[in-house]
């Protein structure tokens, strides 16, 4: 079954989705944060076919969220890095993992934080630019921004088929 195409919606969170939203690409993002940079380690970490494996790091590929760097000549052997666009998404980690643990870990958390700096567990906190206070869905609301309008005049709704 083909997966609905999201890159034409008027919305960062759905354009994001398409790049992103399929379960597997995060999981590789992850491990790669993780360390994990080789093919088989990520196969073998995820329990995923060598297929479908090959498929979702080329869309990462593609989107300029990872880079394939030869790390073997003879034979031809790669390494997946983050580039700058998937190193941003380590806060989109952060929190989806603070989520998690609340809502889904019933035995306790299968891995902490450790802020490097002071050497104490922590937990990500999303706040504001300006005043610093935390932000929550109670705290904020949204408005178009500058790209709203030429966005959505350009935006084609999928055809229905």
């Given at each position: 079954?083909?997966?609905?195409?999201?890159?034409?919606?008027?919305?960062s969170v759905?354009?994001?989705?398409?790049?992103?939203?399929?379960?597997?690409?995060?999981l590789?993002?992850?491990d790669?944060f993780l360390?994990?940079?080789?093919?088989?380690?990520?196969?073998?970490?995820?329990?995923i076919s060598?297929?479908?494996?090959?498929?979702?790091?080329?869309?990462?590929?593609?989107?300029?969220i990872?880079?394939?760097?030869?790390y073997?000549?003879?034979?031809?052997?790669?390494?997946?890095?983050?580039?700058?666009?998937?190193?941003?998404?380590?806060?989109?980690?952060?929190?989806?993992?603070?989520?998690?643990?609340?809502?889904?870990a019933?035995?306790?958390?299968?891995?902490e934080?450790?802020?490097?700096?002071?050497?104490?567990?922590?937990?990500?906190?999303?706040v504001?630019?300006?005043?610093?206070?935390?932000?929550?869905a109670?705290?904020?609301?949204?408005?178009?921004?500058?790209?709203?309008?030429?966005?959505?005049?350009?935006a084609?709704?999928?055809?229905?088929?």
């Amino acid at each position: 079954m083909k997966r609905t195409d999201f890159s034409h919606m008027c919305c960062s969170v759905a354009r994001s989705l398409d790049l992103i939203g399929e379960w597997w690409s995060l999981l590789i993002v992850r491990d790669i944060f993780l360390g994990m940079r080789r093919f088989e380690e990520l196969r073998q970490d995820l329990g995923i076919s060598r297929k479908v494996l090959t498929e979702r790091l080329e869309t990462l590929i593609s989107a300029e969220i990872l880079e394939r760097r030869r790390y073997h000549e003879r034979p031809e052997r790669y390494e997946y890095w983050l580039t700058e666009k998937g190193t941003e998404l380590f806060p989109v980690l952060l929190v989806l993992m603070q989520w998690g643990d609340r809502w889904t870990a019933q035995n306790g958390v299968p891995r902490e934080i450790i802020h490097t700096t002071c050497g104490k567990l922590t937990q990500p906190v999303v706040v504001c630019a300006h005043c610093g206070t935390e932000l929550n869905a109670h705290n904020i609301h949204t408005r178009p921004g500058s790209g709203s309008i030429t966005d959505c005049l350009q935006a084609t709704p999928p055809s229905i088929t």
